[in-house]
């Protein structure tokens, strides 16, 4: 299982960015995808998940009303749009998978696989 974060970049405050992670290793059918992020200093802080197979999401508060967590089953990948973009959200990006059912998302030790992460920069 390989998951391969990309779409991060340089944005403006106010600005959109959509993050995509695929699966370019053996198939494997997840329970859950995730997003997490850490910035500088801080510990990896969860962003979003949505279940596989039926869609369930949950944003952290931070993000509720901004960010979208969004699949494409037949690509094996799982995106997330990022809207109305704050300074604060900037930070690398990473997303992960569960390989089977855990009832907590939350923390980052839920999670079996990762990608390698995509820097996002928010400037004011």
């Known amino acids: 299982v390989q998951l391969q974060a990309s779409g991060g970049g340089l944005v403006q405050a106010g600005g959109s960015l959509r993050l995509s992670c695929a699966n370019s290793g053996r198939t494997f059918s997840s329970y859950r995808r995730g997003w997490f992020r850490q910035a500088p200093g801080k510990e990896r802080a969860f962003v979003a998940a949505m279940t596989w197979s039926i869609g369930t999401t949950s944003y952290a508060e931070s993000v509720k009303g901004r960010f979208t967590i969004s699949r494409d089953n037949a690509k094996n990948t799982v995106y997330l749009q990022m809207n109305s973009l704050k300074p604060e959200d900037t930070a690398v990006y990473y997303c992960?998978?569960?390989?089977?059912?855990?009832?907590?998302?939350?923390?980052?030790?839920?999670?079996?696989?990762w990608g390698q992460g995509t820097q996002v920069t928010v400037s004011s």
């Open positions: 992960a998978a569960q390989g089977s059912y855990r009832r907590s998302y939350y923390s980052a030790d839920d999670y079996d696989y």
